[in-house]
């Protein structure tokens, strides 16, 4: 087991907001092996995906008059202090969502959209800790925002998450196209997420996103149980130098991303 401890400014959690919670617990528990705890009357029904008897992912059922949609996939970094981010982001041109709200004595969520439109969480951690293993079958690989406008993105993530910038491919070079723009999120010497270039990836009508990749031990197996348990492929699995992607929506259409690492790594 490979243990993780979010560093600050690092993915800390992920959720899914969901239609139909009891079928997207069968779902992905037969594609990532996640079983769930009990939903919390107190929390709205909210529910800990766990891996190994320890929380990996959440889930949170449609919340009626919530204004926010339905069956997607939200990612929060890690913040110690949550109203200090609120208040630092909004300098730099993020927007608030949602303010700094306590979560019982699990801890405190905010919610941004940041300068590119991307919705973003960040989790201050009390009894709730977050997400504890990395790399392995089931436990996050990698998270990365779907940029539109690639440098508000880079100047907000280094300015409020105190990561620092790894520029990769073209690196930000005037010349640069589409997805050859590329940055890690670097923590120390290691990175956990990543900002691309989306201008010419997507149409004009996608917004800028956050999105996850899960390890699996073999896409091709995932991918067909993907299938078989109902959901949509994206993208059956891709060979890359960061590893074999894949991406899929789930039986509700929420969408995710998976991934198993280079080989010989």
């Known amino acids: 087991m490979t243990e993780y401890s979010a560093p600050v400014g690092a993915p800390i959690w992920f959720d ?10 069968e779902f992905y528990g037969g594609v990532f092996g996640w079983e769930v705890e009990a939903p919390r009357a107190d929390f709205g029904g909210y529910q800990n ?9 959440g889930m949170s059922p449609v919340m009626d008059g919530a204004g926010v949609p339905s069956d997607v996939w939200s990612v929060y970094l890690h913040t110690t202090d949550a109203a200090a981010t609120a208040a630092a982001a909004e300098e730099v041109g993020a927007q608030v969502l ?41 436990a996050p690989y990698w998270f990365e925002t779907q940029s539109k406008d690639y440098d508000a993105s ?25 997805p050859e723009r590329y940055s890690q999120l670097m923590y120390g010497e290691l990175g956990y997420a ?19 990749y899960v390890t699996v031990d073999d896409v091709a197996a995932a991918t067909a149980t993907i299938s078989d348990l109902g959901g949509e492929i994206m993208m059956a699995g891709e060979d890359t130098p960061f590893g074999t992607l894949g991406a899929a929506k789930d039986p509700m259409g929420a969408v995710f991303c998976y991934a198993s690492p280079p080989a010989g790594m």
């Open 154 to 178: 880079t100047s907000f993530y280094s300015s409020v998450t105190g990561a620092t910038l790894l520029e990769v491919g073209t690196g930000g070079a005037e010349d640069a196209q589409g």
């Open 16 to 25: 899914l907001m969901s239609s139909d919670p009891a079928r997207a617990a």
């Open 49 to 57: 995906f766990t891996r190994q008897g320890a929380r990996v992912a």
């Open 98 to 138: 949602f303010p700094p709200m306590a979560v019982g004595t699990e801890g405190t969520m905010l919610l941004l959209a940041d300068p590119a439109g991307a919705a973003i969480g960040f989790w201050q951690p009390a009894d709730h800790v977050g997400f504890t293993t990395w790399g392995e079958h089931g």
């Open 194 to 212: 990543g900002i691309m270039d989306a201008t010419k990836v997507f149409p004009a009508e996608v917004p800028s996103f956050w999105q996850f």
